[in-house]
């Protein structure tokens, strides 16, 4: 059995698209699966905007996600001689020919013939006239066996194609001499030996016409199989301007990229009622047997629940590197690790969706000053709380030893203390002044991590605002 070669094959021309990466993923997995190889190409050919920025940015995001290639990355424009090569061979043969059309003409040409009930197709108007390279400004059109079938059986999409008729005579070189993407594809897959061509379902339509220009080249075309798009949770196509759609705005959200992976194997494509692969996983179990033909909505609130849970089995170690750079974000300084930073993170693994949100909620440890929000402040620092406050504030004060047991305890005597007072009515106030928000790990837990020292300076303020605040009446 000849080796599979599979490709993801990128225009870098801004940002890494989701879809671009599931489709790389369903690439490389298949590829790995069956020990074949996974070839990296980009197609720079559009030069007003491709930037080696951009392709960096690809290749950033495929190593963020643990994806690897054996080959490559190949540039598109650095085959332009045999791009080239290969049309003139096409023309060589008559399998292809010159076209001195005027675009007005074919525009008015098309109308006319779409008026009439056609399919406004090419009309083949210089087809036939056997020009050569002095002809002037022209283009190259592949000349189409009206009499053939353009079909193939799709891995996901099943019988497909059309009649050569229903298609025109299309354009595989411009009249700046550059080729089109129809033409480059299909000469980069079969100088690289493409053997499985798994791309997105948008590409479905533009098949006939490679498939006859593998034929007029004499050559076997790879198989093919069209995943379906990702699309938004109410089914309408993703929009770059209102969805989150690149993967690099993902990662610097904070999401995990065992997550992202996880996430983006499960858009349109099951195996089972299986919601949780690891990238090993993913590799035994993928197949195109089990990828959709409908489009893959995006739950965002399945990618939350994901990342949460490889918060979770992430090791202290593993999760602070991870977290690091967001932790000293938020802190504004480079935050050092230490037992109190552990201590919060643990406490913050099931309270969080994403990196971002863990260190934002870590703001009351890694910060001295904390901000108190205005509502959270009205709701809960209210003069009804300034006596248990102050006991609770003077017992934590004369504590030996800053456990949570004598947390508890103290506490407890406090709200003994003032009529049996629930425990809500003063653990609540209590947080806003440590934490500055109305959520936070358990009580007892975060004052652990604040410090004795802190919390004392931070009761002491909110107690300050509670007087001002009754003074004012």
């Not at 000849?2 to 990128?10: G, K, S, Y």
């Not at 798994?198 to 076997?220: E, K």
Request: hydrophobic share 40%; charged share 25%; proline share 4%.
């Amino acid at each position: 059995m000849a080796t599979i070669r599979t490709r993801f094959a990128p225009s870098p021309t801004g940002f890494l698209h989701i879809g671009g990466a599931r489709t790389a993923l369903f690439n490389w997995a298949l590829t790995r699966r069956l020990g074949g190889e996974f070839v990296l190409r980009i197609e720079d050919t559009d030069l007003e905007r491709s930037t080696r920025a951009s392709e960096e940015a690809v290749l950033d995001g495929l190593r963020w996600l643990g994806i690897d290639w054996d080959e490559g990355p190949h540039r598109q424009t650095e085959r332009a001689d045999r791009h080239a090569e290969i049309v003139e061979a096409l023309l060589d043969s008559g399998a292809a020919y010159r076209c001195v059309c005027a675009k007005e003409d074919l525009e008015a040409r098309r109308e006319a013939d779409v008026a009439n009930g056609g399919k406004g197709i090419y009309d083949g108007c210089c087809r036939d006239l056997a020009l050569g390279p002095d002809c002037g400004t022209h283009v190259v059109r592949l000349r189409i066996d009206h009499d053939s079938s353009l079909r193939w059986d799709d891995l996901v999409f099943g019988p497909s194609g059309q009649h050569a008729s229903e298609i025109g005579d299309g354009i595989i070189r411009r009249s700046d001499g550059s080729p089109l993407y129809h033409l480059a594809v299909v000469a980069d897959d079969l100088d690289m030996g493409i053997t499985h061509v798994v791309r997105g379902a948008d590409h479905h339509s533009n098949t006939p016409f490679q498939l006859a220009l593998y034929s007029a080249l004499g050559a076997t075309p790879p198989i093919f199989a069209h995943v379906p798009l990702i699309v938004a949770e109410s089914g309408r196509k993703l929009s770059k301007r209102k969805d989150p759609v690149s993967l690099q705005q993902f990662k610097a959200d904070g999401y995990l990229p065992e997550a992202m992976l996880n996430w983006l194997a499960r858009l349109g494509w099951s195996h089972g009622d299986q919601e949780l692969f690891s990238a090993a996983e993913i590799v035994d179990h993928f197949d195109l047997e089990h990828v959709g033909r409908s489009g893959a909505q995006a739950d965002l609130g399945k990618l939350d629940w994901l990342c949460q849970h490889y918060l979770k089995e992430r090791s202290a170690d593993s999760l602070f590197e991870a977290v690091s750079p967001f932790l000293d974000s938020v802190a504004g300084r480079p935050v050092a690790r230490d037992e109190s930073i552990d201590q919060t993170l643990d406490l913050l693994r099931e309270r969080s969706n994403q990196l971002v949100e863990m260190a934002q909620k870590a703001s009351f440890v890694l910060n001295d000053e904390i901000e108190i929000e205005a509502g959270a402040a009205k709701k809960h620092l209210r003069p009804v709380v300034l006596d248990p406050l102050e006991s609770l504030a003077e017992t934590l004060g004369a504590l030996g030893d800053w456990t949570i047991e004598n947390l508890e305890r103290a506490f407890e005597e406090t709200c003994k203390a003032h009529g049996d007072l629930k425990l809500g009515k003063l653990a609540q106030p209590v947080r806003v002044a440590v934490t500055g928000t109305g959520a936070s790990p358990g009580i007892y837990e975060t004052l652990e991590v604040v410090g004795q020292d802190r919390t004392l300076g931070r009761l002491q303020r909110a107690l300050a605002f509670i007087r001002a605040r009754a003074a004012e009446g």
